[in-house]
């Protein structure tokens, strides 16, 4: 059990509608050394890295939220909140019903670009040394035709990242360092060679099929997962970000080998290449609203494939992390329950509008 | 010569200053400009408001669309609402959401408080038809939309200056988050 589930278990009490909330620390180097709730550690750490880049000054006190998937996150439902502490970072993350776009969800069949799925913020600012910026959230509340369920969200998530305490830079260096070197001797004990996995993303006939195309390379001391002979991205909610492809990698390997825990850290020790403007490396203009229906489970499909051919514990025998079950289940339902409350909460703010003196 | 001919002519000579003034704002705003909607359309106004006791009027305009330049005052008025007694030199202000001030999600205004003696005395503004702000279709016009959120992105009333309550960085850290959700920041 994680040193951080009481805190998940907070954001979850406050707002109870998104079943794959995460809380993350990460040290004064932005390397996230602990997390809870659902694994999405690489892309917690990308946004964390995102903000860092972004706000030279952030500081102790300072909060930041961004959900652009060109930056760390799935798509642009998924709200990741960034506070600045003295001795580092804490990161929460939950995902909301609606912030604007075509259709309330997030989800857009009719759309063009990711424009239609939503508004997209990379990294906004919502408080400096612990003040608010008033301006800053009503941005964010006013792009939302769910506007007090992000203001629960974030209420939510500001709590849990005022609570968490950071560890001290030496643990979280030693912790870090550790966790490489586990992961490291555990893909070591795979079969050295290349192999090669693909699958097409089965999204019904709407939409084109685009198929993923692995490549595991295990040779001497390289370790490489690349994706960059995937098809180009499409016009369809199906593109992985990169951040979604890091952390399905993270998630399926450690799922498959035991020693290997899935942070960023152990990440770190797999070079990967999801390849740019690829269905598995979006760039920033396509559209990811169902990517973690539709292709993230093809994606994980693939990377358990080559783990298969490089001699990786059976799926189907003792598996290393129960808890790390890779399918897709925790997310659709969170997505449609927060599309399910969303909409509850829209029609009924409406109809109250229409009443209203 | 009375009293009241002297007044004519010292009104005459304000009112004159004050178009030169729009005329000199429009000028700047048509050669500064990067978009052809305000260097070729023209779709853009200036006016100089003034608020006293509360009421926002329109002194002078220059050639200007009427449904941007009038619809400003509105937009002024939304200012002193949203922002009070919080209003300081070296602000600047924008008004956009169709329903806090605004007409349409596209068309930004900005206003720019003159001080005299701590008192706001005069407030220029310029209120133009942004070609891109974001949303599902590119430049906005959505034949199909049944609500706001399908037209553009949606700014409340904002200040980008550093001034009094405000925090010491969200005025540098205004325009660029602003120009983030359009598909052509530049402009």
Known sequence: MSSLDPAVDRLERVYPWSSEAAVAL???????????????????????????????????????????????????????????????????????????????????????????????????????????????????????????????????????????????????????????????????????????????????????????????????????????????????????????????????????LAGFDGTPAALSAVTLDSGVGLVTGASERAMTGLAVVYSAPTLRAVISALLDQAGATPAAAENPRPDLAPDSATRVDSAACCLRVGRATAIRDHEASLHAP | MTLDQQDIFTAEIIRNSLETVCQELSATVENTALSPIFTLNHDYSCGVFCAIDGEVTLLARDLAVPVHIFASLDSVQTMFKVFGDDVHPEDVFLVTDPYMGGTHCPDWTVIKPVFLDEQTVFLPCVRGHINEVGGPLPGNYNVNAREVWQEGFRIPPSASSTAGSRSPTSGRRCWPILACPSRYAVT
């Open chain 1, 26 to 256: 990460a040290d004064l180097g932005g390397h996230v050394v602990a997390a809870a709730g659902t694994p999405q550690g690489p892309s917690l750490q990308a946004v964390v890295e995102h903000v860092r880049q972004t706000f030279a000054d952030f500081g102790d006190g300072d909060v930041a939220i961004s959900n652009d998937p060109a930056v760390g996150c799935a798509d642009v439902t998924q709200l990741t909140m960034v506070r600045g502490h003295a001795a580092g970072t804490a990161i929460a993350r939950v995902r909301i019903p609606d912030i604007g776009g075509f259709a309330l969800g997030g989800l857009t069949p009719d759309g063009y670009d990711i424009w239609g799925e939503g508004a997209r913020f990379p990294a906004l600012r919502m408080a400096v040394s612990g003040r608010g910026l008033r301006q800053a959230r009503e941005l964010l509340i006013l792009n939302s035709r769910t506007p007090r369920l992000v203001e629960l969200a974030l209420s939510s998530m500001e709590t849990a990242t005022a609570q968490l305490a950071v560890p001290d830079a030496r643990s979280a260096a030693a912790a870090w360092d550790s966790q490489h070197r586990d992961a490291a001797s555990a893909l070591a004990s795979l079969r050295p060679g290349i192999y090669t996995a693909s699958a097409a993303i089965d999204a019904g006939d709407r939409w084109p099929a685009p198929v993923i195309r692995g490549r595991l390379e295990l040779v001497g001391t390289l370790i490489r997962l690349d994706f960059s002979a995937s098809d180009a991205e499409v016009d369809a909610p199906v593109n992985c970000s990169f951040a979604l492809t890091a952390d399905c990698c993270a998630l399926v390997i450690a799922s498959r």
